[in-house]
């Protein structure tokens, strides 16, 4: 048996004597010995865990703050989307709006400026780097988007009163699309499709098949309506205030229109061609001012949103052709 495997010298006999176990004994000896290991064992196995990986709870709390920071990602990626929209808003409000209406624009450094020092925020320091950074980075932002969002209501609001009060003038100030067709080419240098090299462009191209409808973009009587050099077939529309509004390469006047004839905004005044010096049909449409021409495309406010006047930025900006 193996219980009786050990032994003992007794002095007085000479000799060894098995030792007698008790076998219950034995059995709950071992068996505290293994309890009191494993208890050993699993504690420097815990605090080795916890040392390294952190206690349940410490783990939950990590988990929990990593998602935060998602969601700060994702909200810093929503306000940098919102922050791009109320900039196209700011543009418009500057280019087409104040500056067509005489009024005085708002600086854009204006309209940006935080309100917000360095140790405004110094409160976050108390995190880790990350999430302090990412924190000061949305309320600053917040921030700032609130002032831009404030700053033009304002404007609109005084646009709105600007218009209140002048709104006869404003009738007569070119303010829609002359045609139905999609603009081609803007205002500045482009290359000239016939002289074949780089000249001033007036005015935008519009796409226009031969006889599509042409309006009269303001209020105003008709200064001239007949041929005239490389415009071709030439309408001139006086709109009173230093305004008027050249309608190039046309085929046709429209019944009842020659100068002198008194129009209103949306009148229809003629049929776009391709008389003239072009490259094809399209309707070439100046705006000017005391004499001299100016980017038609911040004369389309009354019938042109924020994006589509940022899009027809896009379209001119890019094309650097002209139709003639
Ligand atoms: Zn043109």
């Known amino acids: 048996m193996a219980l009786n495997n050990y032994f003992y010298y007794d002095e007085q006999t000479c000799e060894f004597v098995p030792v007698e176990y008790n076998s219950l004994e034995r059995i709950i000896y071992t068996a505290c010995?293994?309890?009191?290991c494993g208890v050993v064992l699993s504690g420097i196995g815990i605090s080795i865990l916890s040392f390294s990986v952190g206690t349940p709870a410490e783990i939950a709390l990590k988990a929990e703050n990593q998602e935060l920071i998602n969601q700060l990602e994702q909200t810093k990626t929503k306000i940098q989307d919102l922050d791009q929209e109320v900039e196209q808003l700011a543009k418009a409000d500057n280019e087409m709006y104040r500056s067509v209406l005489g009024m005085?624009?708002?600086?854009y450094d204006e309209r940006e400026a935080g309100a917000g020092g360095a140790d405004v925020y110094s409160e976050f320091d108390v995190y880790s780097q990350?999430?302090?950074e990412i924190l000061k980075w949305t309320a600053e932002n917040l921030e700032s988007l609130e002032r831009?969002?404030?700053i033009q209501k304002m404007s609109f609001n005084e646009i709105k009163s600007y218009y209140n009060n002048n709104s006869t003038k404003l009738k007569h100030i070119p303010a829609i699309k002359p045609t139905e067709g999609i603009l081609l080419s803007g205002f500045g240098m482009r290359f000239h499709p016939v002289l074949r090299y780089e000249t001033q462009h007036d005015g935008l191209d519009f796409r226009a098949n031969v006889g599509s409808k042409i309006y009269a973009t303001?209020?105003?009587v008709v200064k001239y309506a007949g041929l005239k050099g490389t415009f071709g077939r030439l309408l001139i529309?006086?709109?009173d205030y230093g305004y008027e509004t050249y309608y190039a390469h046309l085929s046709s006047f429209a019944k009842g229109i020659n100068p002198g004839t008194k129009v209103k905004r949306g009148d229809l005044i003629g049929f776009s061609g391709k008389?003239?010096?072009v490259?094809?049909?399209h309707l070439h449409y100046e705006v000017r001012k005391d004499g001299s021409p100016v980017d038609p495309i911040n004369f389309l406010f009354a019938d042109t949103t924020p994006e589509e006047y940022m899009m027809y930025k896009d379209i001119v900006e890019n094309n650097h052709r002209s139709m003639d």
């Open 237 to 239: 529309i006086d709109h």
């Open 275 to 277: 008389s003239g010096r």
């Open 218 to 220: 303001g209020d105003g």
């Open 130 to 132: 990350e999430t302090s």
């Open 33 to 36: 010995i293994w309890i009191l």
């Open 104 to 107: 005085e624009e708002i600086p």
């Open 148 to 150: 831009s969002i404030n």
């Open 279 to 281: 490259s094809g049909p």
